[in-house]
């Protein structure tokens, strides 16, 4: 077996053509149903080029519709311009999940404007006025893109040290890009950090089929090798992305797992059937990512409903036998791991805000009881394997 993986590759048998046009890290040329988000960024940030400060800008929406990748995006194209007049624009992106504090944030930042010093171990306060210094100096005008980042521990300090140190600056200015998924997450931010970076919000829709199909023809085509896609593997991933709150990182990472997946069969063409044994891996891996990297408050909520779950604890309802748990058993329950592990546990409101969430993010089931029940009574049902949810969220918890 071994000796057939290694013949595979020195022979170069492949569909692929160009297989990191399926990463999410790739920006393509072109992004299809998203040109009128390009367009309102575009203007947004477009003052720059006249020496004028721009408007901060809070973009928000669910995973894969392309709130990463058109902020890349149009902060490449502002900058290829600007340099095509002689004008001193940089644009640093800064993934806040890598770098979760103001000071790992400032550190990227002055590293990438003073090719890569090394600034670890110094003062904040000493890398912050380096920053501003080469701001001065270059006359910069420096777009800082925030991605994740409701993952910061100090989002209040971070956004206003940077939007404040516009005071500072005689010459040049520091705008910020900030991008979440988390749709309720300015509501959690105090009012001054509110006034500095969301002085422009843009919320970012799921795509549709249509929309979906568009961006898997546009990047089949520079991913594979002509004739490699069977065109009803093409349709068929739109329509299980589209049936997944229209993710377009979940589309590609389909299309990408089933060409692997034809690459170890040594096959010529993706098929549908490639595609199925696809969905079952890559849907498993998504959702054991997105809990990994889950908010510290909702990984306790979850973990709580993953041991209940494992305990077998609750109903049967839904018609598929798995156990469903009402939101008074889960609260108690997250109350009673919250002071296990030494946290304080969030008010019902908050909870229930949670809850919420986590269904949106396709990882519980949660409808409204009926008659029988009391109150607000919510009915939750895990919706992935609680032993592998479990594991994953005591990782990095409880070690």
């Not at 791991?337 to 990882?363: H, K, N, P, Q, T």
Request: aromatic share 6%; hydrophobic share 40%.
């Amino acid at each position: 077996m071994i000796d057939d993986i290694l013949e595979r590759q020195i022979k170069g048998k492949t569909v692929f053509k160009n297989r990191d046009a399926l990463s999410p890290h790739y920006i393509p040329d072109h992004l299809p149903y998203r040109e009128e988000q390009i367009e309102e960024l575009t203007k947004t940030i477009a003052p720059v080029l006249s020496g004028k400060k721009p408007e901060n800008v809070f973009i928000y929406g669910k995973t894969g519709t392309g709130k990463t990748s058109v902020s890349k995006f149009v902060a490449r194209k502002v900058k290829e311009f600007a340099e095509k007049h002689g004008i001193g624009v940089e644009v640093i992106y800064i993934n806040c999940r890598m770098h979760n504090t103001r000071t790992n944030v400032f550190v990227k930042i002055a590293k990438e404007l003073r090719d890569g010093e090394n600034f670890l171990g110094l003062p904040t306060s000493y890398i912050y006025e380096r920053i501003l210094d080469e701001v001065r100096k270059r006359n910069l005008r420096l777009i800082v893109i925030l991605d994740e980042i409701d993952m910061l521990k100090n989002i209040a300090d971070t956004v206003y040290s940077l939007n404040r140190a516009n005071d500072e600056l005689e010459t040049g200015s520091i705008s910020l890009i900030g991008i979440s998924n988390v749709l309720t997450l300015k509501d959690r931010l105090d009012a001054r950090t509110k006034s500095t970076l969301c002085q422009k919000e843009m919320v970012f829709p799921p795509y549709d089929a249509e929309g979906l199909r568009k961006i898997l023809t546009d990047r089949a085509h520079i991913a594979f090798r002509d004739g490699a896609v069977d065109p009803a593997v093409i349709a068929k991933t739109a329509a299980f992305a589209a049936r997944q709150s229209g993710d377009a990182r979940y589309a590609l990472q389909l299309l990408l797992r089933a060409g692997d997946i034809a690459d170890e069969e040594g096959a010529d063409v993706v098929t549908v059937e490639h595609l199925e044994r696809a969905k079952e891996k890559v849907e498993e891996d998504i959702i054991l990512d997105m809990v990994s990297q889950l908010p510290l408050n909702q990984k306790v909520v979850l973990l709580a409903i993953a041991e209940l779950a494992e305990k077998n604890a609750g109903m049967r309802l839904f018609g598929s036998g798995a156990p469903v748990l009402t939101s008074g058993e889960v609260y108690t329950a997250y109350t009673q791991l919250a002071e296990r592990i030494g946290r304080d546990a969030v008010s019902d409101r908050w909870f229930r805000e949670y809850i919420s969430e986590l269904a949106m993010y396709g990882i519980l089931h949660v409808e409204q009881a009926g008659k029988g029940f009391r109150g607000n009574t919510r009915l939750i049902r895990l919706k992935f394997d609680p032993q592998k949810i479990k594991a994953v969220l005591e990782r990095s918890l409880l070690n």
